[in-house]
């Protein structure tokens, strides 16, 4: 069997110019590899944003528990323009690698599948490694739900996933995430009384109350934060009253808002939580206050288990570095994988979207070695 060098992997990958949800044939360059290796591939397809679908992939070597998986995307964002180097030529430059998902997130894909391939070769070891590849995680998300449902369709259980996101700040695993503030907008609509502004007593003011109820909900508490997550946090981002007369009291008023929340809620109890006090302050007002929500995102968080301080201890090994396990940075796959434990530990952020995105060679090297002692530990 063979062991793929992660670098020329790396390049090869970069070469295929899969923007929003293009496949290129980089699924079936992937499934070949892997399936080289013993793995079983499967395709699944999702919504993609074009006619065409997305393609993403689930491959597993072995059948027996545990079960340890990667989780990682083929797409890349565009912003293409002014490169020095062309993005999809992966040309390496004095000790870096230059290409759109250097970065994020091709290379650390290379990374993870060179140190399974090392793996697999030199190891006998009882237990399942499997791979998640998606094609859309800069785009529309659909991808990795499609192969979520997928595996519970087939009774297929992931006991620990690595997702490989470009999660490493000033130094390779300087920082491991381990979970994500979760994300809901909603709006209010207050209904009063409109009237003539000068009888008083005659109308009943959306606006006041709605006043009162930003005051109320800027000034409670939603919580006191967690040991990795920041207090959850409410903004208004918009206050509307349509309303073109100066002299008339308008019948309603609304407003905008977006809640970042961490692990101690989840999106339906914050709504409760919030319906509660608003509700109160309209009624009070008497009011009536109708609320929509848009959920983008749940709070996510794996209690630091064994898995994540050996994954510290391997990085420690390699890097002679401490990392820091947090829950910052943006959206990622990792948001759909419901209760698996995981983390995200990948390479380096600093040129992620950017031109001339570039991963350092020694970076991917370091990051392949982490890859492999997580596989020498886990089994
Ligand atoms: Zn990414």
Known sequence: MKIYNDIKLAQ???????????????MRFLSKKLGDIGFKCKIIKSKGTGPKPALNLYARFGRTKPHINFLGHTDVVANLNNWKIPPFKAIIKK???????????????????????????NNRFKG??????????????YGCPAVMKYLKKKGEKIDFTVVGEPSSNNS?????????????????????????????????????????????LKSSSL?????????????????????????????TASAKFNVRFNSKHNSSSLKKKLNKMIHAVAKKGKCRAKIDYRVSGEAFYTKPNKEIY???????????????????????????????????????????????ERSSISDMKKLTKIYYNILENYF
């Not at 970069?14 to 496949?23: A, S």
């Not at 009063?192 to 009162?212: E, M, W």
């Open 12 to 26: 090869e990958l970069i070469r295929f110019p899969t923007v929003k949800t293009e496949d290129r044939g980089i």
């Open 95 to 121: 000790g870096y690698l230059n290409g759109r998902g250097s970065q994020d997130m091709k290379g650390g894909i290379a990374c993870w599948i060179s140190a399974m391939s090392d793996f697999i070769k």
């Open 128 to 141: 399942s490694i499997s791979i998640i590849i998606t094609a859309d995680e800069e785009t529309t998300g």
């Open 172 to 216: 390779i695993g300087d920082e491991i995430r381990i979970g994500r503030r979760g994300s809901m907008n909603g709006i209010i609509n207050v209904y009063g009384k409109s009237g003539h502004s000068a009888f008083y007593g005659s109308y009943i003011n959306p606006c006041t109350v709605l006043a009162k109820i930003i005051s109320k």
């Open 223 to 251: 919580d006191n934060g967690t040991k990795f997550m920041p207090k959850s946090n409410l903004e208004f981002t918009k206050i509307n009253v349509d309303n073109l007369s100066e002299n008339v009291v308008p019948h």
């Open 310 to 356: 050996m994954v510290k201890k391997i990085v420690k090994k390699v890097t002679g570095k401490n990392a820091k396990l947090n829950c910052r940075g943006g959206t990622s796959d990792s948001r759909f994988l419901g209760s698996i434990p995981r983390l995200e530990l990948g390479l380096r952020n600093s040129t992620i979207h950017m031109v001339n």
